[in-house]
């Protein structure tokens, strides 16, 4: 409930000079406009205390002055990632001692909180542009342009892993803000690699690689599990293909291959794992698998494929049709990743 307006001291004194002369509460408020709850609340603090001035509130006052509120909240602004000893390092230099605690609290107040900052790719300035060029070319593709996609890639699923976090202050809505999120590269516990692929009509075929990926590799992959799944999915005549920019990708032989399975290949930009559904898809993967009873890695596949199988078709339908929403966020975060 939004804090109502205080009355002045002048009204207040108004209303206990009309209780005087014999006015009700419900007169009196008639005649200054205001509830009769309000008149009868002023009424009973005069007889109780013969007066209409605000009575001293309870509680101990702020450790932290409001200009010390702003010299914190200016530096977390600047620098999400200062640590509360900061923080009191920096109010103890300026001659106020408080506690960690009180920093958390007051900082709350403010709207800030401390939250786990999000992992995201190391986006360049070339990787941000292309990203952009690609969300205002495609904007206004039609949606049947993206039923028409198979989208594709490979993900790693941990049988134990531990991620680290680190912590940042930030608003509410703020957790994608460049300031706020944790850079990271691809790199390579016991864990499965895996390649799928899916289009708007359900999952495609699912592998798991069981060693060291490269190009020849992938190109048999491809080979194997590609059009079965186009096949399966039944895609329309002149049918996409999407894969990201990983060297085995875009080496000289795969694209060579690729031309000559006369394959359609989206232009894709780099750094944009927020621009492929099938991240998503993945991560509704790894929530099921991880609510499974898993005892080793043998295990761990068989789960894989049993959950990939069955993944529902309205959700890769619902991952498609929203598209347009993925390129209308990457132009308002001005290239930068977002919340997909």
Same mark, same amino acid.
């Given at each position: 409930?939004?804090?109502?307006?205080?009355?002045?001291?002048?009204?207040?004194?108004?209303?206990?000079?009309?209780?005087?002369?014999?006015?009700?509460?419900?007169?009196?408020?008639?005649?200054?406009?205001?509830?009769?709850?309000?008149?009868?609340?002023?009424?009973?603090?005069?007889?109780?205390?013969?007066?209409?001035?605000? @009575?001293?509130?309870?509680?101990?006052? %702020? =450790?932290?002055?409001?200009? #010390?509120?702003?010299?914190?909240?200016?530096?977390?602004?600047?620098?999400? %990632?200062?640590?509360?000893?900061?923080?009191?390092?920096?109010?103890?230099?300026?001659?106020?001692?408080?506690? =960690?605690?009180?920093?958390?609290?007051?900082?709350?107040?403010?709207?800030?909180?401390?939250?786990?900052?999000?992992?995201?790719?190391?986006?360049? +300035?070339?990787?941000?542009?292309?990203?952009?060029? *690609?969300?205002?070319?495609?904007?206004?593709?039609?949606?049947?342009?993206?039923?028409?996609?198979?989208?594709?890639? $490979?993900?790693?699923? /941990?049988? *134990?892993? =531990?991620?680290?976090?680190?912590?940042?202050?930030?608003?509410?809505?703020? $957790?994608?803000? +460049? =300031?706020?999120?944790?850079?990271?590269?691809?790199?390579? #516990?016991?864990?499965?690699?895996?390649?799928?692929?899916?289009?708007?009509? #359900?999952? #495609?075929?699912?592998?798991?690689?069981? $060693?060291?990926?490269?190009?020849?590799?992938?190109? /048999?992959?491809?080979? $194997?599990?590609?059009?079965?799944?186009?096949?399966?999915?039944?895609?329309?005549?002149?049918?996409?293909?999407?894969?990201?920019?990983? +060297?085995?990708?875009?080496?000289?032989?795969?694209?060579?291959? @690729?031309?000559?399975?006369? *394959?359609?290949?989206?232009?894709? +930009?780099?750094?944009?794992?927020?621009?492929?559904?099938? /991240?998503?898809?993945?991560?509704?993967?790894?929530? %099921?698998?991880?609510?499974?009873?898993?005892?080793?890695?043998?295990?761990?596949?068989?789960?894989?494929?049993?959950?990939?199988?069955?993944?529902?078709?309205?959700?890769?339908?619902?991952?498609?049709?929203?598209?347009?929403?993925?390129?209308?966020?990457?132009?308002?975060?001005?290239?930068?990743?977002?919340?997909?």
């Amino acid at each position: 409930m939004a804090k109502t307006k205080e009355l002045s001291k002048d009204t207040r004194n108004k209303i206990v000079d009309l209780h005087q002369v014999g006015k009700t509460e419900s007169a009196i408020g008639k005649q200054l406009g205001l509830k009769k709850s309000t008149v009868g609340a002023i009424i009973r603090k005069w007889k109780t205390y013969k007066t209409t001035d605000n @009575l001293p509130r309870s509680g101990a006052p %702020r =450790k932290i002055s409001p200009r #010390g509120v702003k010299m914190i909240t200016r530096t977390v602004s600047k620098n999400p %990632r200062t640590t509360r000893g900061d923080l009191v390092n920096d109010l103890q230099r300026a001659g106020t001692k408080v506690t =960690k605690p009180t920093i958390s609290n007051t900082l709350r107040r403010q709207g800030l909180k401390s939250c786990s900052a999000r992992r995201v790719p190391l986006l360049k +300035p070339v990787h941000v542009q292309a990203r952009l060029k *690609f969300a205002r070319e495609h904007l206004d593709d039609p949606d049947e342009d993206w039923e028409n996609v198979i989208w594709s890639d $490979e993900t790693k699923i /941990e049988l *134990f892993g =531990k991620n680290s976090t680190r912590r940042v202050w930030r608003t509410k809505n703020a $957790e994608l803000h +460049p =300031k706020n999120t944790i850079p990271t590269v691809k790199h390579g #516990g016991e864990n499965i690699m895996l390649w799928g692929c899916f289009s708007a009509k #359900g999952p #495609g075929r699912l592998i798991r690689v069981k $060693e060291r990926m490269n190009g020849a590799m992938y190109r /048999e992959i491809l080979s $194997e599990n590609l059009l079965p799944s186009a096949r399966a999915l039944k895609m329309k005549r002149g049918w996409v293909f999407q894969h990201d920019n990983d +060297p085995k990708h875009t080496a000289r032989a795969t694209k060579k291959w @690729l031309r000559k399975k006369h *394959f359609k290949v989206l232009e894709w +930009p780099s750094q944009s794992p927020d621009l492929n559904p099938i /991240e998503n898809l993945w991560r509704e993967l790894k929530v %099921r698998v991880a609510q499974r009873q898993l005892q080793n890695i043998t295990a761990l596949e068989e789960i894989c494929m049993e959950e990939w199988a069955k993944l529902p078709a309205t959700v890769c339908e619902n991952l498609v049709k929203t598209y347009r929403k993925r390129l209308t966020s990457v132009i308002a975060n001005k290239g930068y990743i977002t919340k997909y």
